[in-house]
């Protein structure tokens, strides 16, 4: 019998929290991720298959939803990525598969990913020395995948000017910690 | 050098990788290429001094390739379009 510790994706045994002025930096270990690309002539029902799951139109280009069980953001034509709890959708890819059926091709991306939340009424500032997106228009919902450090992550605004979600490559957890906190002590 | 992607809208250039002339999505169908033809489109390029058409993949953003209108010798950019067939749907 295997005894084996669950650990975060910076590798403690509970989520990292770096606070720096009136910013706080969070990991968010419980989250499940799923990629939804749908397939080639299949778009509409695809779309349609989406609309219960998550209580909305699939989002265009740019945007989010937010609505429980499934948060979704637009990444790419016809693709998507699904956020849920991790700890009630750990599943969430043959959960998501058994309702798109063939109109999409399903692929759990929970352990590829790590996943901040940025908060405080000074984000912009780190934001700012983070990566090139034009915060003048970031509004709530708006979902942009750009570069941090040489890292290609997603950043979410989940509320303008406040906060704001930032997923990137799990393998690269620790560097991205470091580029948000160095820019954290530098702009706060 | 600011590229205007048909979804995203003005993204920096640093976000986009350089893929090549935009002819090369005329590939040479493999059941009836020549030698010739391949050595073409493998070697061959225009070098035009002006307008060209040419591959930008948007490798830190949506993942799509464009194809790209560009001045060689100014760099203004007159036209960004999806390359992917289906680029018309969202």
Same mark, same amino acid.
């Given at each position: 019998m295997h005894d084996l510790t669950p650990i975060t994706a910076?590798?403690?045994?509970s989520q990292r929290i770096d606070t720096v002025g009136d910013v706080c930096l969070t990991e968010m270990p419980d989250v499940a991720l799923a990629s939804v690309a749908a397939r080639r002539g299949k778009e509409a029902r695809c779309r349609a298959a989406l609309k219960p799951l998550l209580n /909305? &139109? /699939?989002?265009?280009?740019g945007r989010t939803t937010a609505n429980a069980p499934f948060e979704s953001i637009w990444t790419g034509p016809d693709q998507w990525m699904l956020l849920a709890d991790f700890t009630t959708h750990e599943d969430i890819a043959a959960h998501l598969k058994s309702h798109l059926a063939d109109t999409a091709s399903v692929t759990e991306q929970t352990d590829a990913w790590v996943c901040f939340d940025l908060t405080g009424p000074r984000i912009t500032a780190v934001l700012e020395l983070l990566c090139?997106? &034009?915060?003048?228009?970031?509004?709530?919902g708006d979902a942009i995948r750009t570069s941090i450090h040489h890292l290609g992550c997603f950043v979410i605004c989940t509320e303008t000017g406040q906060s704001v979600r930032i997923l990137g490559p799990r393998a690269s957890a620790g560097s991205l910690h470091h580029a948000i906190t160095t820019a954290m002590a530098s702009a706060l | 050098m600011i590229i205007h992607h048909p979804l995203l809208g003005p993204r920096d250039s640093a976000e986009f990788v350089y893929l090549g #002339? #935009? #002819?090369?999505?005329?590939?040479?169908?493999p059941e009836t290429a020549s030698a010739d033809d391949w050595h073409d489109y493998a070697y061959l390029r225009d070098n035009p001094a002006g307008p060209h058409r040419e591959l930008w993949f948007h490798e830190g953003g949506d993942r799509s390739i464009l194809i790209v209108t560009r001045?060689? +010798? +100014?760099?203004?950019? +007159?036209d960004v379009a999806l390359a992917r067939p289906a680029g018309a749907q969202i």
């Amino acid at each position: 019998m295997h005894d084996l510790t669950p650990i975060t994706a910076l590798g403690g045994t509970s989520q990292r929290i770096d606070t720096v002025g009136d910013v706080c930096l969070t990991e968010m270990p419980d989250v499940a991720l799923a990629s939804v690309a749908a397939r080639r002539g299949k778009e509409a029902r695809c779309r349609a298959a989406l609309k219960p799951l998550l209580n /909305a &139109d /699939a989002p265009p280009p740019g945007r989010t939803t937010a609505n429980a069980p499934f948060e979704s953001i637009w990444t790419g034509p016809d693709q998507w990525m699904l956020l849920a709890d991790f700890t009630t959708h750990e599943d969430i890819a043959a959960h998501l598969k058994s309702h798109l059926a063939d109109t999409a091709s399903v692929t759990e991306q929970t352990d590829a990913w790590v996943c901040f939340d940025l908060t405080g009424p000074r984000i912009t500032a780190v934001l700012e020395l983070l990566c090139t997106i &034009d915060l003048t228009w970031f509004e709530t919902g708006d979902a942009i995948r750009t570069s941090i450090h040489h890292l290609g992550c997603f950043v979410i605004c989940t509320e303008t000017g406040q906060s704001v979600r930032i997923l990137g490559p799990r393998a690269s957890a620790g560097s991205l910690h470091h580029a948000i906190t160095t820019a954290m002590a530098s702009a706060l | 050098m600011i590229i205007h992607h048909p979804l995203l809208g003005p993204r920096d250039s640093a976000e986009f990788v350089y893929l090549g #002339a #935009a #002819a090369l999505m005329d590939r040479p169908d493999p059941e009836t290429a020549s030698a010739d033809d391949w050595h073409d489109y493998a070697y061959l390029r225009d070098n035009p001094a002006g307008p060209h058409r040419e591959l930008w993949f948007h490798e830190g953003g949506d993942r799509s390739i464009l194809i790209v209108t560009r001045d060689t +010798t +100014t760099h203004e950019i +007159t036209d960004v379009a999806l390359a992917r067939p289906a680029g018309a749907q969202i």
